[in-house]
């Protein structure tokens, strides 16, 4: 692996500058032009296209958040990432995705979330954890159906891990796997079939009732992500 200089990723929050005051960022500008994933262009591609917005604690110390916003107008043709750092909860926000991975291929439109966890390679091509309280059913949880191709030629990886970006070369496709097994495995949800639970009596419930997915470590919460009402 070759180290991609001058990204804008995040690994160890505990060096950056901190405020109390809140903060508003503007959105990130869609490329006008296509973006290519060809060798010479990787460095510059991940370097502008992909951005620490905020975070906490260290992924070298594997506890933490971190959120990131992507701009790519592509798909990712011969490449591949995997984030070795956590698992990566991806929610689209203009355009449908079709994510490529070693278990088998996603479709991720609008109004859906999708998670591929740490150390799975996966392409971006145009039962897991519950909210408390069983607010998310299991059966919503949608996996890939085995999917490998046996292609030769040169293929890029770019790895994220401990906040900084690096890739390699291989000289076959990185999504050879014939079938799997287990439950570590990417999933989409459509946020649609999200089901909030609320008070008859008096008060709010706690967790929230909007909570979808949550992380935790060592019984404190650090991240809860909520689906909230279209109306």
Request: net charge neutral; proline share 6%.
């Amino acid at each position: 692996y070759k180290l991609i200089d001058g990204n804008t990723l995040v690994g160890d929050f505990s060096k950056e500058e901190i405020t109390p005051e809140r903060l508003r960022w503007c959105p990130v500008p869609i490329p006008k032009s296509k973006t290519l994933f060809y060798q010479f262009q990787l460095q510059k591609i991940f370097k502008k296209g992909w951005h620490t917005i905020c975070g906490a604690g260290s992924a070298e110390m594997k506890t933490g958040v971190a959120i990131h916003i992507a701009a790519w107008n592509e798909p990712m043709m011969n490449c591949a990432m995997v984030n070795s750092d956590a698992d990566l909860l991806i929610v689209p926000q203009e355009g449908d995705l079709l994510i490529r991975t070693e278990c088998g291929i996603m479709e991720v439109p609008i109004n859906y979330i999708a998670v591929v966890q740490r150390g799975i390679q996966f392409s971006v091509l145009v039962k897991g954890p519950i909210g408390a309280n069983g607010l998310a059913n299991p059966r919503d949880f949608e996996t890939p159906v085995a999917s490998f191709e046996n292609v030769e030629g040169d293929f890029y990886i770019v790895q994220k891990f401990l906040g900084k970006l690096f890739q390699c070369q291989r000289k076959s496709s990185t999504f050879d796997v014939v079938g799997w097994h287990g439950n570590y495995i990417p999933y989409r949800y459509d946020l649609r079939l999200f089901c909030a639970v609320n008070s008859v009596t008096f008060d709010h419930i706690d967790p929230s009732i909007f909570t979808g997915l949550f992380y935790k470590k060592k019984r404190v919460y650090l991240l809860s992500a909520t689906v909230t009402p279209e109306f």
